[in-house]
């Protein structure tokens, strides 16, 4: 079992900048990739950006190249999220996950296995 905390969430104004983190926990070693899903009210969950665990190959949503960096701290179990330049559309509930899989489609949320309580994202214009 993987436990995922994230936190690094709140309320900011347009062009503001955020950094998400999320820490692992428990049966780490055996995770490929740790990914970053947002959901707003009413809309499905949506794929943010994907890092592979060794490789530090990413993977980014086409609305947050550009403006979101995703990168991992191994040593410290610990993904984050770096969020500049944030918009109104950004609002949404960020969510860390990590799979176990070595190949995966990376927006997809059931390639996941494990997934946190997720952090409060609004950002107002």
């Known amino acids: 079992q993987v436990q995922l905390v994230e936190s690094g969430g709140g309320s900011v104004q347009t062009g503001g900048s955020l950094r998400l983190s999320c820490v692992a926990s428990g049966a780490t070693d055996n995770t490929y990739w740790m990914g970053w899903f947002r959901q707003a009210p009413g809309k499905e969950r949506e794929g943010v950006a994907s890092i592979h665990r060794d490789s530090g190959t990413t993977y980014y949503t086409d609305s947050v190249k550009g403006r979101f960096t995703i990168s991992l701290d191994n040593a410290k179990n610990t993904l984050y999220l770096q969020m500049n330049s944030l918009k109104p559309e950004d609002t949404a509930m960020y969510y860390c996950?990590?799979?176990?899989?070595?190949?995966?489609?990376?927006?997809?949320?059931?390639?996941?296995?494990?997934r946190g309580q997720g952090t409060q994202v609004t950002v107002s214009s």
């Open positions: 996950a990590s799979s176990l899989w070595r190949v995966i489609v990376w927006r997809r949320p059931d390639n996941y296995q494990y």
